[in-house]
């Protein structure tokens, strides 16, 4: 089962915290979609190859350690969905002693990097940059003449589609007249632009994890695009930002990308705003249907009954993993909400720990 992104924090900071005396703590990453027998045979003769290691500790740690790693992929009948991330070495903090840990990790996204490198501490910026968001944003940059639509998730810019419109320029074949000229390309601009939201729809109209659509170009392109409705009315309700963008190429979609930082960064504010404006108007309105503080939102927790476990980023996380393992185990989302809003504020001010309920819990909770 994939980890959330509060799973995979805790699990990175762990991972983090371990260094090898020599390079013999090894890192596997297998890319969503790749076969897992094929990296287990690549990892069978990596266990050939550790034998020409000249330190008889740092061979044994790094052979066991391929050891470990093959007989848990031999477990697996198919690589997982988004891919998986397997980490294990000798983390022993005394000289001399053995600790032979595995860490075998489905990330919350899917994996696009195959690799295996033997290091003195573990590859983790793969799924680093998993953190930065829950969410993806479509990216499309265009003009008349050609479109790149792409995909924004946390740092990363992936190229899904580039078609070129095939209208001609403003030179006139045939000696045609200017209306007429003007009739034809007027027509192969719509054609375009209906191509173009057809490819939006295919790749982004059932899409779970889609937060916005942005969109760049030069004027008046791609607000004809916009303001012409060419895309479906949810695709459009979807459009958070238009820029002014002159390249539609995949640098246009960098460039897409590093005009609308603003725009991003508001993003995860008004997620925050909203689900806090839920919980508070939950608490005040149906007070059985949600729980303040600890020892109330733990009861709940242990009932099944959150739907929804919102902590404070302030909290230590010594003082929440209990209630965070708890609603893994029952489902519930988990929510960490900032001290940047006025409402992260008062809720980190009123003990930073609450849950909106699937059921009513009168019995248990008062």
Same mark, same amino acid.
């Given at each position: 089962?994939?980890?959330?992104k509060?799973e ?5 900071e762990v991972?983090?915290s371990?260094?090898?005396? #020599?390079t ?5 990453y /297998? ?6 027998n ?10 050939s190859t550790?034998?020409n ?5 740092t061979?044994?740690?790094v ?13 697996l ?7 998986l ?9 005394v000289?001399? #002693?053995?600790?032979l ?14 690799l295996y490198?033997?290091?003195k501490?573990f590859v983790?910026d793969p ?18 003449k050609e479109v ?6 946390g740092?990363?810019i ?5 078609m070129t419109s095939? /209208? ?16 034809i390309?007027e027509?192969l601009?719509?054609d375009?632009?209906k191509r173009?939201?057809e ?7 059932e899409?779970?994890?889609l937060?916005?659509?942005?969109i760049?170009?030069?004027i008046?392109?791609k607000d ?6 060419y ?6 309700e ?5 820029r002014?963008?002159?390249d539609?190429?995949?640098?246009g979609l960098?460039e ?10 508001k993003q ?11 919980f508070f ?6 007070p059985?249907l ?7 939102t733990?009861q ?11 902590l ?12 965070k393992?708890v ?9 960490i ?6 409402e992260?504020?008062q809720f ?11 059921f ?7």
């Amino acid at each position: 089962m994939a980890m959330d992104k509060n799973e995979l924090e805790e699990v990175l900071e762990v991972l983090a915290s371990h260094r090898g005396r #020599q390079t013999e703590l090894i890192t596997v990453y /297998i890319s969503a979609g790749y076969d897992v027998n094929v990296v287990q045979k690549q990892l069978e003769a990596e266990k050939s190859t550790s034998k020409n290691i000249k330190s008889t500790s740092t061979r044994k740690n790094v052979t066991e350690a391929l050891e470990k790693i093959v007989r848990h992929l031999k477990g697996l009948k198919k690589t997982p969905e988004n891919g998986l991330a397997v980490f294990c070495g000798n983390v022993a903090k005394v000289e001399g #002693q053995t600790d032979l840990q595995i860490w075998a990790i489905e990330p919350p996204l899917p994996l696009k990097i195959r690799l295996y490198r033997c290091d003195k501490e573990f590859v983790l910026d793969p799924l680093k940059t998993m953190m930065e968001v829950d969410e993806v944003f479509a990216l499309l940059v265009m003009d008349r003449k050609e479109v790149t639509i792409g995909l924004l998730e946390g740092k990363r810019i992936e190229v899904i589609q580039k078609m070129t419109s095939g /209208i001609p320029g403003k030179v006139r074949a045939g000696g045609q007249s200017s209306q007429r000229f003007h009739r034809i390309t007027e027509g192969l601009t719509r054609d375009f632009y209906k191509r173009i939201a057809e490819e939006m729809k295919k790749n982004f109209f059932e899409h779970p994890k889609l937060k916005g659509i942005l969109i760049g170009g030069p004027i008046p392109t791609k607000d004809e695009f916009v303001d012409d409705e060419y895309m479906t009315t949810q695709l459009r309700e979807k459009i958070i930002g238009v820029r002014d963008i002159g390249d539609t190429s995949e640098s246009g979609l960098k460039e897409l990308v590093a005009k609308s930082q603003d725009i991003l960064a508001k993003q995860e504010i008004i997620h925050e705003q909203k689900m806090l404006e839920r919980f508070f108007k939950t608490l005040g309105e149906k007070p059985d249907l949600a729980a303040l503080k600890e020892p109330l939102t733990k009861q709940a927790l242990d009932y099944g009954a959150v739907d929804v476990l919102i902590l404070s980023k302030e909290l230590k996380k010594e003082d929440v993993s209990d209630l965070k393992d708890v609603a893994n185990n029952t489902g519930a989302t988990i929510e960490i909400v900032s001290n940047e809003t006025d409402e992260g504020k008062q809720f980190f001010n009123l003990g930073g720990i609450g849950a909106i309920l699937r059921f009513k819990m009168e019995k248990v909770l008062q």
